[in-house]
């Protein structure tokens, strides 16, 4: 699957799921401010990523995650 087939599913179950406006869902955006994740949320979104992309994720995966830009990279890493 290609990065940018990738980031526009991701777009748009972050747009679907949880409520994010387009406009917000920029690469460079904080993760967690953008998405306003509290600890379930993070939930929400493993269950969201792991059903759209058959990949499995852990807490280890977010360690380095800050940006949209961030999560993309991981979610191709994982799928490619």
Request: charged residues 30%; aromatic residues 8%.
């Amino acid at each position: 699957m290609d990065k940018s087939t990738i980031i526009g599913k991701i777009n748009n179950f972050l747009e679907d799921e949880f409520e994010v406006d387009a406009d917000e869902i920029q690469p460079e955006a904080n993760l967690k401010e953008t998405l306003e994740l509290d600890s379930l949320d993070y939930v929400d979104l493993v269950v969201s990523v792991e059903s759209n992309f058959s990949v499995k994720l852990d807490a280890e995966d977010f360690v380095s995650i800050v940006t949209l830009q961030n999560f993309y990279d991981l979610i191709d890493e994982k799928v490619n």
